[in-house]
Each structure stands twice: as C-alpha cells, then as structure tokens.
C-alpha cells in the first residue's frame, strides 16, 4: 500500500507542478497576445488570421495577375520582331 500511495503522491505533485506552469505560460501567451495583437480573445484572433490568409491570397492572385501581364507583354514584343 505505501508504494501505491508514494507513485501517487508523486502523481499529484507533478500534476499541481504543471498546472503551475502551464497557467504561467497561457498567462505570457495572452500577455503576447495582446502586445501584439491587441486581443487575447481567441475567437478574435481566429477572426484575424483568417483574414489575413483572405488578404494574402488576394494579392498572391494580383501579383501572378501583374507577372502574366508583362508576361504577355514581352511575348507581343518578340512577336513583334
């Protein structure tokens, strides 16, 4: 039996050491969050990356636009030698 409560004893102190420790990190985490971000607020910054990516590919979409057009371009100037 003291074997059995000795592992678990150990168990439990291991436990409250890691939620001490994880509840300091998500704490440096939100304090990141909102340095950086403005917001610690989850679905705020799901909200944010998810626009971010929309506004990213729009412009990879302007910018392989733009490279087809001087593509284009320096194909009706060789075509016209």
């Given at each position: 039996?003291?074997?059995?409560?000795e592992r678990l004893r150990a168990d439990r102190i291991r436990a409250e050491s890691d939620v001490e420790r994880l509840t300091?990190?998500?704490a440096a985490a939100r304090?990141?969050?909102r340095e950086e971000l403005?917001?610690?607020d989850e679905a705020?910054?799901?909200r944010?990356?998810?626009e971010a990516r929309a506004e990213n590919?729009?412009?990879v979409e302007?910018?392989?636009?733009?490279?087809?057009a001087v593509q284009d371009r320096l194909d009706a100037l060789d075509g016209a030698r």
């Open positions: 039996m003291q074997p059995a409560y300091a990190e998500l304090a990141q969050a403005g917001t610690d705020e910054i799901r944010m990356i998810e590919a729009r412009r302007d910018f392989a636009q733009a490279l087809r």
